[in-house]
């Protein structure tokens, strides 16, 4: 079992940046990939990056590629979302989830946090 916290979210002005933390507890946290998901409103949740257990492999929405950093600290079992160049239409809860590589990938990750909400003024 995996319990995800995820925080730093908040508001923001367009061009602005912040970190997301999705802290996880429980003993088999390595054994899982992990990634952010975004859900607007009135919008389905959508993928927006994904790193594997060792960090090697990192995926991202077009979206979102070359503004936003996904990280992963093995050894505080905590990932992050570096968000930079922020803009109004990123404005979203974020979720944290965790599963296999291709259960993230298609949203239906077995574990998933309560979101931290993110809105970026214009």
């Known amino acids: 079992q995996v319990q995800l916290v995820e925080s730093g979210g908040g508001l923001v002005q367009a061009g602005g940046s912040l970190r997301l933390t999705c802290a996880a507890s429980?003993?088999?946290?390595?054994?899982?990939?992990m990634g952010w998901f975004r859900q607007a409103p009135g919008k389905e949740r959508e993928f927006v990056a994904a790193?594997?257990?060792?960090?090697?492999?990192?995926l991202y929405a077009d979206s979102v590629k070359g503004r936003f950093t996904i990280s992963r600290d093995n050894a505080k079992n905590t990932i992050y979302l570096q968000m930079n160049s922020l803009l109004p239409e990123d404005t979203a809860v974020y979720y944290c989830?965790?599963?296999?590589?291709?259960?993230?990938?298609?949203?239906?990750?077995?574990?998933w946090g309560q979101g931290t909400r993110v809105t970026v003024s214009s």
């Open positions: 429980g003993r088999s946290y390595t054994n899982y990939e």
């Open positions: 989830t965790a599963d296999s590589w291709d259960r993230i990938i298609g949203g239906v990750g077995k574990f």
């Open positions: 790193v594997s257990v060792s960090v090697i492999r990192k």
